[in-house]
C-alpha cells in the first residue's frame, strides 16, 4: 500500500523512502517475539507516510519494547523505566513539527508509569503511543505484571498471581480528554497495520494496546485466543477498520461499532472472555495541549527584552529625593 | 498628600502635634506581625518597597507560622514580616528588632519569647483587646503589656481598630493601610510613595478600595505624629541608581526569561512554589511555557523532553521534590541532556520544616543520583545572585551538555531587596538552535579528546538520526557491549567539569589574605557572614571570610587561600555534631555539608559551626561562634596555637 505523504516527501535524490531507510541494525529481541511484528508495522507506516526520519522521533521507557528506538533510523531516545510520556510530552510541546511515537510495555505503562499514563491522557498531546502488552516482565525475567492473568504463575508469583489483571483499555477510556483507544493482536498484523495508521493519523494521544507473545516466558498464554476465532470480536464501521471478508472468514464475530460512542467502547473494552479488536473509541474534537498551552509567538531577543522591561517596571524603584520630606525643624 | 503639607498644622482633629526630636540612626530592624491573613505583610512590603525609593539599603525577611490558618492570637501564628533598612547595603536581616508593630499581644510575646527584640525595642500594639469582652483575652493583654514594660520595652498602646472605624464600617479592613501610615510618620516618609504602592497593589480591585486605603494610611499617619514622641530618620544612601525590588523567587522567574529557556516544567512544592506562580503569570511573554507536571519525576523529565528536543529547559523544586527527580538527573547525565534545575532548600529531612530554611542538601547535588553522575551545583547568595545565575546555568547546561543545579533556599524566596536595575543583553538568550544537516563524519557524541565536549543534535537535523540512550553507549550513541566503551564515557563525562573548572576565577577574600581564621560559607549567609567579619574585624580580631558561587567544581586556588589561616571553619545552615558533646568526638563527628567537602579535596581540618532551627542565621550569632573559636585559639591549651 502507498501512503501520501502530507510534507516534504522526497529523499534528496529524488526516490521516495522505503521501509529499509527506517532501519537501523538487528533487533535483539528473542526469535518468535512479537516486537519484531510491530517494529515492522512501523517502518511501514513510515513508508506509506513518507515521514522525514530527521522530523521524526521515537520515544521509549525500558523493558524488551522499549529497545525498540534502536531499531528505527530515526531521532529516537530510550530513557527511563515508565517515563517515555513526559519525555515525549517535553519534546511535543516544544517541537510540534515532530512526529512522536511512544513504545511502551505493560510493567513500563501500567506499573511503575501509571501516574503519566494517566496524565498523558488527560494532556491529549498529538503523539501514538503502543503499549506492547505481554503481560509479563520479561528482560528482568518473569516476574509478574499488572496485567498478568490472576492465578499465573511467575517469579514472583510462584503460587499464581494474586490479583485480577489490570485492564488497560478500561483504564484508558475512564480518563478525561480519551480521545483515541484501540486494541490489536500481534497475530493479526493486516488489522495493526490498519489500526495504527489511523492512530498516527488521529490528532491527539492515540493509544493502541497490542496483545503480544512472549515467546520465552508464556509461550501459550494466548493459545486459546488464537485457536478459538470466537474469543475475537472485529470491531468495524465505516469511521473505523473497513469491513475485511478475507478476514471474516476466520474471525466470524464482527460487529459494527461506532468509535464515538464511549458508552458502548467501555462495555466492549469490559469484556474478558472476547478481545475487541479495532478502534473502540475516537474523538477528533478534544483539544491537543500544546495547542493550548504552546506560547504561539516564536521567541526573539527584542521579545525577550521587552517583557523584561515590562516587568521590571512594576518593579522599579526610581530613587527620590529624601530631604523634603523629612520635617526637619 | 506629602507629609509635609499634612504637615503640624495639618490635624485632622486638631490635636497638637507631639515636637518629638527625629533620632537619626545608621540601621533599623522594623517588624510588622498580626495572625494570619491581617495584612501585616502588605504593610511591611509597602513600607520596604517606600524605604527603597527613599534610597534606604532593605532586606525582608517573612516571618509565616507553618499552617495557612493557624488559631488566632496564638504565640505561634505570627505572620508578617521583618523589614532591616540602612543607609549602606543591606545584605540580611540582621539581629534583634529595633521597633515592632503587632496587632495584637500574643503574636508579639511569640517574637519576645523566641529572642527576636533588642532590649528597649520599641513596641507598637493594637489595643483594642484591653477591654475585650472574653476576660481571658484582656487578662492576657494586660499581662503581657505588664511584662512588657517590666522587662524595659517601650511600649505604646495604639487604638488601631477604633481609629479605623472612624473611617471604615468593617474593622478587619484596612488596619495594615493604617499602620503602614504609623511607620511613615515614625520614619519621617513621604506618604505620596505609599500611595502610589496602594495604587499599584490594589489598582485590580477599583479605586473604592485604592482611596479606602489613601484615607486609612493618611489617618494612621496623622496619629502617629500627633500621638507618638519617636521619630528616626534613616539617612538614605548615595546609591542613586535605578533599582528592582524583588524576592529570591521573582528573581528566578525574571532570570529564566533573561536566560531564553523557553520551558518551565514544576510540581508544585514549598517554598520553591512561588518562582512558578510568578512565572505563569508572564512567562507566556517572552515564548515560554510554565508546565505544571504530575508528580515531580514526570516534571524533570518533561524538562528532559524539551531540552533534548530544544533549548535548555528548567525544573524548580525544593528538596523532596529533588530526590524525586534523582533518577531523571542520572540520565541527563549519562545522555549529556542540558538542563537547570533549582532547588530551593527548604528543612529536612522529609517534610522538615517546609516553610523554613536550611541548606542541607548540598551533598546531594554533588554526590546526588546513582553511580557516577558528575553535574555542576552551584548556590545563589543574594536576590541578584537569583536572576544572573538562571543566565548562568543555562550557558553552562548548554555548553557542556549536563545539568547544572543551582541552590537557594526558603531566605532567598522570600526575602525582598533592592537591586540594580538590570539591562538586558542579547547574547544573555539562547540562540536558535541548529537545524542544518550533520555532517557525514560527525556523531552524537564527538568528544574532544581534551575536553570531553562534544556538539549535540537536536531532533530535525537531516543525517543527524541517533538514539539518545541511558545505557552506556559509544560516540555514535550506540549501546556499548564493550566494557573498554563505559570506561570511556565515564572518562569523558568526568573531563567535562575538569575541562569547567579551569575557567572559574579564584573567588576573592572577604578581609586580609592570611589570618587566624577564614569563615567559608555558600548560599544565602552572605550577608550575615561578612556582617559578622566586618563586626570583629572592627574589634581587631585576624578574621576574614571567603563564599563559594561554585560547589562543584570548585575553582582552582582553594586549597591556597585555606592554608594561608591558623583555622579554617564553614558556617552553614546544616547539621554538624557539636564536639562538646559526650559521644562527639574527632572519629565519629559528622560535618556540616561544605565542611565535608572543604576537608575531603583540600586536607585541611576544616571545623564548621551551624544552626539549624529554620531561621537565616544572624550576624550576631555568627560572630558569637566565631569569637569562640578565636578565644579558644588564643588561649594557652589550644591545640592550634
Known sequence: ?329 | MTASELGPSGSADGGSPLRAPIETVEAHIVEVISDSGEGAQKCAQAFATVSAKTGNGVWTVEIIPAEIQPPARSIAGASGNRIRIGSHDVTNGGDAADLILAFNDQVLLGRVRAGELRPGCIVLLESKWKDDSDPDVAKQYNDAIEYLTREGYRVYEIPIEAECLKYVANPKRGRNMFALGILNSVYGQDTELSCDHIRYTFAKKGDDVVDGNIELLEAGYRWARDNLDIRFCVPPSSTRERQIVVNGNTALGLGIMASGMEVCSMYPITPATSASHYLSDVFRKAGGTVHQAEDEIAACCFAIGASYAGKCAVTITSGPGYSLKQEALGLAVMAEIPLVVVNVQRGGPSTGQPTKVEQGDLLTAVFGSHGDAPKIVMAAASIEDCFYAMITARKLAELYRTPVIVLTDANLATAQQPIPRPEFRAEWAAPPFDQSPVGDDSAPYDWDPKTGLSDRFLPGRPSGMHTLTGLAHDRHSRVAYDPEINHEGLRRRSLKLATFQKALQTPRVHGDREGDLLVVGWGSTKGAIEEAVDRLRSEGCSVSSLHLKFLQPMASGLGEILRRFTRVMTVEISWCDDLQEEMIDEDNRRYSNLAWLLRGRYLVDVDCWSEVKGQPIKPGSIARAVRARLDDLHSPNSRVG
Open chain 1, 1 to 329: 500500500m502507498l501512503g501520501f505523504p502530507n510534507q516534504c516527501s522526497l529523499v534528496a535524490n529524488g526516490e521516495r523512502y522505503a521501509v529499509a531507510d527506517y532501519e537501523s541494525g538487528v533487533p535483539r529481541w528473542c526469535s518468535g517475539c512479537g516486537d519484531h511484528g510491530i517494529l515492522g508495522a512501523f517502518q511501514r507506516l513510515c513508508r506509506d507516510e513518507q515521514l522525514p526520519p530527521e522530523k521524526t522521533v521515537f520515544v521509549s521507557g525500558i523493558g524488551c519494547s522499549s529497545r525498540f528506538p534502536h531499531y528505527m533510523r530515526t531521532y529516537g531516545f530510550h530513557g527511563l523505566h515508565g517515563r517515555a510520556l513526559p519525555v515525549a510530552e517535553g519534546i511535543k510541546l516544544r517541537r510540534p513539527d515532530l512526529h512522536v511515537f511512544v513504545n511502551t510495555g505493560d510493567g513500563d505503562c501500567c506499573s511503575i508509569g501509571t501516574a503519566h499514563w494517566i496524565h498523558a491522557i488527560r494532556y491529549n498531546m498529538d503523539m501514538t503511543v503502543v503499549m506492547h502488552d505481554n503481560q509479563i516482565y520479561g528482560l528482568t525475567k518473569m516476574q509478574m505484571s499488572p496485567t498478568t492473568p490472576k492465578g499465573l504463575k511467575s517469579n514472583t508469583s510462584p503460587r499464581g498471581a494474586y490479583l485480577d489483571a489490570l485492564n488497560p483499555l478500561t483504564t484508558t477510556l475512564g480518563v478525561s480528554n480519551v480521545s483515541f483507544v484501540a486494541q490489536a493482536v500481534d497475530w493479526i498484523p493486516s488489522l495493526f497495520q490498519e489500526i495504527l495508521s489511523q492512530a498516527f493519523h488521529h490528532k491527539g494521544f492515540s493509544f493502541i494496546r497490542v496483545l503480544q507473545r512472549c515467546p520465552n516466558y508464556l509461550p501459550t498464554l494466548f493459545d486459546s485466543m488464537m485457536h478459538e476465532p470466537s474469543r475475537t470480536l472485529i470491531l468495524w464501521h465505516e469511521q473505523g477498520l473497513a469491513r475485511d471478508p478475507e478476514l471474516a472468514r476466520v474471525y466470524d464475530r464482527q460487529i459494527e461499532h461506532d468509535p464515538s460512542d464511549i458508552a458502548r467502547a467501555r462495555e466492549l473494552a469490559s469484556d474478558l472472555e472476547v478481545a475487541p479488536v479495532g478502534i473502540l473509541y475516537r474523538n477528533e474534537q478534544v483539544p491537543c495541549y500544546e495547542d493550548v498551552r504552546r506560547s504561539d509567538q516564536l521567541q526573539t531577543p527584542e521579545m525577550i527584552e521587552a517583557a523584561l522591561n515590562e516587568e521590571f517596571d512594576n518593579f522599579t524603584v526610581e530613587p527620590v529625593r529624601q530631604a523634603e520630606t523629612a520635617e526637619g525643624e
